[in-house]
């Protein structure tokens, strides 16, 4: 399993205290996942949205003129 760290040193008075967050790859990629699919299923909705308004705007146009 990969991890991945991150390391910060405190610094308090005359010494350091050192900090250190860990956490498993999967754990961190599993919400940038899950944005992904959400954001690909809006821009898809937006799109097909788009399509069907330029499809009802040109058959309102040919209607009128």
Do not use: Q
């Not at 944005?35 to 499809?55: C, M, Q, T, W, Y």
Request: glycine share 4%.
């Amino acid at each position: 399993m990969k991890k991945h760290a991150v390391y910060l040193p405190i610094p308090m008075g005359n010494t350091f205290w050192s900090i250190a967050v860990a956490s498993p790859e999967k754990e961190m990629l599993s919400s940038l996942s899950s944005f992904r699919n959400r954001l690909i299923i809006i821009i898809a909705i937006l799109f097909v949205g788009g399509v069907l308004f330029s499809l009802l705007a040109t058959k309102a146009w040919l209607i009128v003129s």
